[in-house]
């Protein structure tokens, strides 16, 4: 009689935990619902959400529109290049049925690097990772052969771009070279760009590593490597990579 009634009283305490557990999470899932209600109202967010089976996808997807939201607003906004969507977006997930729901969203203020309260861009800072590149260049030099002597002198925004390595480095610093005039026109680079044999190509990856600077033309060049190169050595496979072009 005494086994029975304690594991009646243990069935019982885990039906109750059990009920317990169930309506936390319900409780937690409204609460999130609530807040993505409260952002997708209020006119300073940009968002985007995507369900799919898998919940790394769902997540992947949805920063992916994002970020070319992202990109469309501040093209709009003083034709301005985006921030990295990983560096500012915030993500809310949830279950749904048998699926994940990702729910991403960004504040119009931190969309573009140095902008305002208003969401304008403003004036751009020095760079300093790239002040220091040229510090640390030698003052002079040595021809020693030939060779050396015929090799091609880097555009002056190549030899600015150069040593950077990640995306907002490289945003603040193509950002300056049209301020100066040194560069022509930027942009973010799409299948539909026209002319694209015009531009010089920079591709950084998903996490905002600078990958490749491609020299204009049909035939490029790897300024990273100084050799033969293209813009289909980096497309497909599971890395996410995007580029910018530069006229120079």
């Not at 015929?150 to 480095?169: F, G, H, S």
Request: with cysteine; net charge positive; hydrophobic share 35%.
């Amino acid at each position: 009689m005494i086994a029975y009634m304690k594991q009646h009283y243990a069935t019982l305490l885990l039906a109750l935990l059990t009920l317990f557990a169930g309506n936390a999470a319900a409780q937690q899932s409204s609460e999130l619902k609530k807040e993505i209600n409260n952002i997708k109202k209020n006119s300073q967010y940009i968002y985007h959400e995507s369900t799919l089976p898998d919940k790394s996808e769902a997540l992947n997807s949805a920063m992916e529109a994002l970020q070319g939201q992202m990109n469309s607003w501040a093209e709009k906004n003083g034709n301005a290049i985006a921030n990295n969507v990983e560096s500012v977006a915030k993500k809310i997930e949830l279950p749904r049925g048998n699926m994940y729901r990702a729910f991403v969203y960004v504040h119009k203020d931190n969309i573009i690097e140095g902008a305002g309260s208003n969401g304008t861009a403003t004036a751009t800072p020095k760079v300093p990772a790239v002040e220091t590149a040229v510090q640390k260049a030698p003052a002079t030099i040595t021809i020693n052969s030939k060779k050396e002597a015929e090799k091609p002198t880097l555009p002056k925004a190549i030899e600015r771009i150069l040593p950077l390595t990640d995306y907002d480095a490289l945003a603040a610093c193509i950002k300056e070279l049209k301020a100066e005039g040194v560069i022509k026109k930027f942009g973010r680079y799409t299948d539909e760009t026209p002319n694209i044999e015009t531009y010089a190509l920079v591709v950084y990856d998903i996490d905002g590593n600078i990958e490749a600077i491609l020299s204009p033309g049909a035939q490029r060049t790897n300024y990273k490597t100084g050799q033969p190169d293209s813009l289909d050595n980096y497309r497909g496979g599971n890395k996410k990579r995007g580029a910018l072009i530069i006229k120079l």
